[in-house]
């Protein structure tokens, strides 16, 4: 094998590493790959860092690479290392502490520096640019004992700052130089609706002002502008745009122009040495944002690799603005310029704008706020560059013209239509081409193929659609016949096939069922062996044993595990209505041990976050009140309206039913959770009708409505039947749930199955009185042999021990 | 330096189940499978971070109770398409006594 060359990155950020993930991939052998870094930390997602200050990104979530990754990789990482030398002639770098590394290969990605205004005062204490990690702690830090915030650019990253600050508790004026914020990403009219949004959110503006100079002792006291006014500030964040850090590429005579000069291939005018992201100049251009870096990367790697690949051609980019409750997207020109054309939708009621911008045919510009599910499709048709011809009031107003002429939408066009890197499934982070890749290149023609390469749809499956559509679109033949597929991986059969073979064989417990039903696992997976566990319970109620071993985590435990490790506990609150008495005890509960929060769940009651597993059982036992199931698949709550108790409209009693409903089905096993609720009145304040079973009081009756979720997928219920007394709730909330819990599949929510099966279907199993006795009769045998978990898991030495940490006893000298 | 600890007995672990123990600051899993192996892993997901211990067992393998990845008790390696590895111990189950010691 020929020897490994050397490859040195300066500069330890996204773009650069980015390029050597990809290098790894393509060839993982042919580098011994060092990378010198300024900042003290491993490579992290620059972008996030305004999440980060927003709340609810740890700061050790943004980490891309952590340490592992470049031992694992057999990379040499030097942290705090500032290059301060190209030895171009003897090809090595020299940093700050002496260290030379020499090179074969040698790839700048310096990235930027933010531009510093260079006022009076701008070295006091107190003034920062946002930029890494260090300015995100500044801020968080000073936040806590100081009260103004200025920051200087209303532009992207200002904004971003300042909606971080204002999370931060601070008040926080945003001084901008133009007349409207982020000009160079909006028109005016976009712009002033992005303002009016954030002044509703808290923060204030100087528009028009140029700073002029900062005063205070040691520490920034008050900025002044050009005209005389000024303004309080404790702290000064400076965000008015960055420059490409081109001062090593200088002293060693690379060329440089505003960033290091680059070609098609990101090769810098010395030879071996490349430079791509903030840093990089290609065609004029530097970039700061992140997809043309990743692109530089990619095209970067491949020539590294020595692999053929066309050169990089420069980007159209989109923008959009993570700020919280503000919707912003922007791509291409979107200035209205001599040969433009525009076209523009302003809603100021519902808060939306769009503008598309058009030249000679093509689309070239978009601006939307408010609502911007359509930028994804726009801008891939803007980097496509074809004619939009006869289309331009279908993209403006996002209605197809085959559905405006009254045809079926072609569905195809619209999976084609979407750009590569749109991301598909948002809980796993997967692109289109990632998904298109796996059907392409590894075979995949079905939604669990796809899932297995991918991880697409392996979460919420809210995205299963969309995973479908692409298969029909490139998958083409193949995925018209779709392989048979079982309820997982280890099994071809279906639900209704096991369900039947169980019965036919009397199979009693879930090994048995996987050794004679031919598992592929022979021990199963999280997805069969929990489903198994509920068709066996489901169908020998007093026979079978639960297996505890096969329920979930979340089930398995009694309460909801968090990310962190630590569960929370939810109590019954039957219909939501509590009691003094029962608030003290919770209130108590929470102080003895500590509980980092207490919420107030959707569903009416009260949850404790952040308990520590083994004091699960102990708090349980204070409480002394029954699970309120908050994690299962079971029924979770009743919520209720006030009804005819309070309310003046109210015409039923509608917490008094939702009560006794909820004593009547809690523990009761479910395919899915289940979710209730009871409105007084049809105004339906508990907002029945998105509930897997609603009751909504009329005059004279109740209304039962089924088949709702507000979940994952939308869905109002559809009427079930109507009935007089509150007895006949309950024969038919019965009769249903049970015809519910024998049919549907497992880890199916109601809404699904009715849509699957069918609302006539339902109607017809419910229609007859004696079939609706069965059914009652068997959920209620179902129910008789409940318990209460808590109850159980406390009275159990045998289950409680599970809950508590091995102490380990001391440590003996090791052998050998 | 490496250390033989006593963690625990093999009867404190239920078949397809897993208790924890910290030692010196590593906190970690102990797996009792039902071929009778017990295992000794890092308590913690190459993903998020998240316990092993609380997740479902299945064969020779955990999956965690955050994202369902699946690891591989015996390589510490996640399965495909997932990528990480956590650190394995060298475990001991004294038959007579039923202590389970292990090395780190």
């Known amino acids: 094998m020929a020897e490994r060359k050397k490859l040195v990155l300066v500069g330890n950020g ?54 592992d990754w470049y031992k694992e990789n057999g990379i040499e990482l030097l942290t705090g290392h500032t290059v301060m030398k190209i030895d171009t002639g003897r090809r090595k770098v020299i940093t700050d502490a002496g260290v030379e590394a020499e090179y074969d290969q040698l790839i700048l990605a310096t990235g930027s520096n933010p531009f510093m205004l260079p006022i009076p005062g701008a070295d006091k204490e107190g ?96 900025i002044r502008f050009a005209d005389g006014s000024e303004a309080d500030a404790d702290l000064v964040v400076m965000a008015v745009g960055i420059r490409p850090n081109v001062q090593l590429a200088k002293a060693s005579g690379i060329e440089i122009n505003r960033g290091i000069v680059v070609d098609d291939y990101m090769a810098t005018s010395v030879p071996g040495i490349y430079a791509l992201g903030e840093c990089a100049e290609h065609r004029g251009i530097a970039y700061g944002l992140v997809a043309p870096l990743y692109e530089q990367g990619a095209v970067l790697a491949k020539r590294l690799a020595g692999l053929e690949t066309p050169g990089y051609t420069g980007s159209v980019t989109s923008t959009k603005l993570k700020v919280s409750g ?21 809603d100021d009621l519902g808060g939306t704008y769009k503008k598309i911008v058009i030249e000679d045919g093509k689309l070239i510009g978009a601006v939307l706020f408010g609502d911007t599910s359509d930028g994804a499709e726009l801008f891939s048709l803007m980097k496509k560059g074809e004619s939009i011809e006869g289309r331009e009031k279908e993209l403006l107003l996002g209605i197809s013209a085959n559905l405006l002429g009254g045809q079926a939408p072609d569905a195809a066009a619209k999976y084609e239509a979407m750009a590569d890197d749109e991301i598909v499934c948002g809980c796993n982070g997967v692109s289109k081409v990632a998904i298109t890749d796996a059907i392409r290149t590894k075979g995949c023609t079905t939604v669990s ?20 559509g692409l298969l029909k679109v490139y998958a083409g033949d193949a995925a018209g016949e779709p392989v048979k597929e079982g309820i997982c991986g280890c099994t071809t059969l279906n639900r209704d096939e096991i369900v039947a073979e169980i019965s036919r064989m009397r199979l009693m417990t879930v090994k048995e069922v996987m050794n004679v039903l031919d598992w592929r696992e022979k021990e199963g997976c999280t997805k069969c062996r929990p489903a198994l566990n509920y068709y066996l319970g489901m169908l020998y109620p007093e026979e079978y044993i639960d297996e505890k071993e096969s329920r979930v985590t979340n089930e398995r435990y009694h309460a909801n595990i968090q990310k962190d490790g630590t569960y ?55 409480l002394d009140m029954p699970s309120g199931h908050a994690y299962g698949k079971t029924l979770r709550t009743v919520k209720t309206c006030v009804g005819s108790t309070f309310c003046r409209f109210g015409t039923q009693d509608s917490i008094g039913m939702g009560i006794r409903m909820e004593k009547a089905f809690e523990r009761l096993n479910t395919p899915a959770k289940v979710k209730l609720a009871v409105s007084g009145c049809p105004r339906n304040c508990a907002e029945a009708t998105i509930k897997d079973l609603g009751v909504v009081a009329i005059d004279g009756g109740w209304e039962l409505h089924v088949g709702g979720n507000g979940g994952v997928k939308v869905r109002a219920t559809d009427l079930l039947c109507i ?75 045998d289950l409680r021990k599970n809950f508590e940490q091995l102490s380990g006893s001391g440590a003996l000298p090791a052998r050998g | 330096m490496t250390m033989r600890v006593q963690v625990a007995k093999l009867a404190d672990i239920d078949v397809k189940s897993s208790r924890k123990v910290k030692v010196q600051d590593t906190e970690i899993a102990i ?74």
């Not at chain 1, 108590?588 to 404790?608: C, I, N, S, W, Y």
């Not at chain 1, 049919?743 to 004696?770: F, M």
């Open chain 1, 127 to 222: 003034v920062i640019a946002f930029r890494d990690i260090r300015d995100c702690e500044t801020m968080i830090d000073t936040a806590k004992t100081y009260k103004k915030a200025v920051v200087i650019g209303g532009g992207l990253l200002g904004l971003e700052a300042a909606r971080g600050l204002l999370h931060l508790g601070m008040d926080v004026s945003v001084v901008h130089i133009h007349d409207y914020l982020m000009e160079r990403q909006l028109d005016e009219a976009a712009s002033r609706m992005l303002q009016r949004e954030l002044e509703a959110q808290g923060m204030k503006f100087l528009l028009n002002k140029h700073s002029a100079s900062l005063a205070g002792r040691r520490r920034v006291k008050s």
């Open chain 1, 449 to 468: 193929g796809v899932k297995a390469c991918t991880k697409a749809s392996a979460s919420c499956g809210g995205c299963k659609p969309i995973v479908e």
């Open chain 1, 14 to 67: 996204m773009a650069g590493v980015r390029a050597i993930e990809h290098l790894l991939k393509l060839a993982p052998d042919m580098y011994d790959i060092t990378i010198i870094g300024a900042e003290p930390h491993p490579n992290y997602n620059r972008i996030m860092l305004s999440s980060v200050l927003a709340g609810g990104t740890d700061m050790k979530e943004i980490i891309i690479n952590d340490w």
């Open chain 1, 723 to 797: 009935v007089k007394t509150e007895d006949e709730v309950m024969e038919w909330s019965s009769a249903y749930l049970q015809y519910y819990r024998e049919n549907a599949v497992w880890n199916e929510r109601t809404a699904q199955w009715l849509e699957r099966v069918g609302l006539d279907a339902i109607k017809a199993a419910l229609e007859k009185k004696e079939d609706r006795q069965a059914l009652v009769s068997r959920i209620e045998k179902t129910l008789s042999l409940t318990t209460d978990p808590w109850k159980q898991i406390i009275e159990s030495d």
């Open chain 2, 31 to 104: 797996f009792r499978l039902t071929d009778g192996s017990v295992l000794a892993v890092e308590n913690k997901c190459p993903h998020k971070g998240g316990q092993l211990s609380e997740g479902m067992v299945c064969g020779g393998a955990v999956h965690c109770p955050l994202h369902d990845w699946k690891i591989d008790l015996r390589s510490g390696r996640a399965q495909a398409p997932d990528e990480g590895c956590i650190t394995t111990f060298d475990l001991e189950v004294d038959g007579e006594s039923g202590n389970i010691y292990i090395t780190i």
């Open chain 1, 568 to 622: 929370s506990v939810v109590p019954r609150i039957y219909g939501g209505v509590t009691s003094p008495a029962d608030l003290k005890k919770i209130a108590e509960v929470a102080e003895k041990f500590d509980v980092p929060m207490v919420k107030f769940t959707g569903g009416q009651r009260l949850d404790l976050l952040g308990v520590k597993k083994e004091d699960l059982p102990k708090i349980w036992a204070e």
């Open chain 1, 326 to 346: 503000v919707d912003v997207f922007s791509a291409g020109r979107f200035g209205e310029v001599a040969g433009t054309k525009a076209l523009r939708i302003q």
